[in-house]
Structures are given as structure tokens and as C-alpha cells.
């Protein structure tokens, strides 16, 4: 049973639970009925104390022997994440990426419908990117008005970024995938994730290098 009076959780527990939700939802689509923890942890490298841990935040989950009802549990973590109604979503920034965000599948899975797409590019305004017709950015806030959307998903040059995040805060957004490669200077009740395609790389790049250089010294021997 889902507790919903529960302490702060922390965000890597949180980003441990959409793992885990999109196993579930995988399972269910196999007519999987039940799942171990240990099976858990075959399916995402997550260990299996540790996925029964973060559960624990929430309540308790499961029968001892039998495992978890992948059903209850899909529909549990769901409710948890909030994804267990729809979320709408708007994306700011018509290029390449956000061109690319617009065909990802996984939004819709997970309930959440991008509603609005802005730009304030004048040769991107107007043009259409899957079903929705990119509107102007000075146009968020009245649009957003009738929407109500929550999240946005800020794909803008870094140059802009903090100026369109206080349009997107005006509007009623308080919570905000950033792709720019700067940090957002923004009211503590408006939650920021900052993802940065060349930190990682960088990071790909050093544990490489480090790969062939053990492999370098094993073979000297």
C-alpha cells in the first residue's frame, strides 16, 4: 500500500522508480504476473536490497515467498511519479533536439502529452513539428493559461535559456527539463534537471581512455 505521508525521498530514489515502472510496464505487456526482487535486479543492475529499500519509502510491497504483484506495483509507482494521469508538457525550442524530443514514444507511455511547442524563431513559427504548430514564446504565457501545463522541457541555446525559464515560471510552469548548458537561476519551489549530453560524453571519454590504459598495462606484463 502506497503511503502517502511519507519523509522526503531522495532524487536518485525517485529516478531508481522510473526504472523500475518501465520494467513493470514491459512485464505487463508479456502477461508477467509476478516478480521477485531479485529478478528486479536482473532487469535493471539495480540491486535487489536496494530496490526493496527505495520501495520502502512509500510503504510496504510485496509477499514474502510469493514476490510482487506486477500489476499493484505498476499502478503503485505510477501514483507515486504522478503518472498515473496525464501531465501535460510543453517544449520550448524548435531545432534539432526539440525536433527530436517531439518523435520520442516514451512521453506517451508514461501519460505525459506535449501540448505546446514555442520558438521565437520567425522561420520556425508556424511550421509544424508532428501534430502541433509551433507558436511563438511571447505567446507561452497566454497559451499556457488554458493548458495549465506544469513540466516544460527547455531545448534552447544557452544564451537564452534563464530569460525563456522566467517566461516559462510566469506562466505556471514548476518543474523543468533543461537541455541548455547552464545552470537556471529560479525560485526554490520550481524544480529543475539539468541534462548535459557533453558531460556525459566527457565522462564516456575519461573511462575509455582509462579502459585502454588498464588493458595497455595488463598486456606490458
Not at 541555446?157 to 534563464?162: E, G, L, S, T, Y
Not at 564516456?204 to 595497455?216: D, G, H, I, K, P
Request: hydrophobic share 45%; with cysteine.
Amino acid at each position: 500500500m502506497v503511503q502517502e505521508n511519507h519523509s522526503k525521498v531522495p532524487i536518485p530514489t525517485l529516478g531508481r522508480l522510473a526504472t523500475y515502472l518501465r520494467v513493470l510496464n514491459e512485464l505487463q505487456m508479456l502477461e508477467v504476473s509476478t516478480v521477485s526482487s531479485a529478478e528486479i535486479e536482473q532487469q535493471t543492475g539495480i540491486n535487489a536490497a536496494q530496490f526493496r529499500k527505495d520501495l520502502s519509502y512509500f510503504g510496504e510491497f510485496g509477499k514474502p515467498g510469493v514476490g510482487y504483484s506486477v500489476s499493484e506495483l505498476q499502478q503503485s509507482i505510477a501514483k507515486i511519479l504522478k503518472l498515473d494521469r496525464r501531465q501535460a508538457v510543453l517544449l520550448v525550442g524548435a531545432g534539432n533536439l526539440g525536433s527530436a524530443l517531439v518523435g520520442y514514444q516514451g512521453m506517451a507511455e508514461h501519460r505525459m502529452e506535449l501540448m505546446g511547442i514555442f520558438d521565437s524563431n520567425p522561420s520556425k513559427i508556424g511550421t509544424m513539428l508532428g501534430t502541433l504548430r509551433v507558436q511563438s514564446i511571447h505567446c507561452l504565457v497566454e497559451v499556457n493559461m488554458k493548458l495549465n501545463a506544469r513540466i516544460a522541457i527547455l531545448a534552447v541555446p544557452a544564451q537564452v535559456a534563464q530569460s525563456v525559464s522566467e517566461i516559462l515560471v510566469e506562466a505556471g510552469v514548476r518543474a523543468i527539463l533543461n537541455f541548455a548548458p547552464i545552470p537556471l537561476r529560479l525560485p526554490e519551489n520550481v524544480a529543475v534537471r539539468n541534462v548535459s549530453f557533453m558531460q556525459e560524453l566527457a565522462v564516456l571519454s575519461y573511462q575509455a581512455a582509462e579502459e585502454v590504459s588498464q588493458l595497455s598495462e595488463f598486456e606490458s606484463f
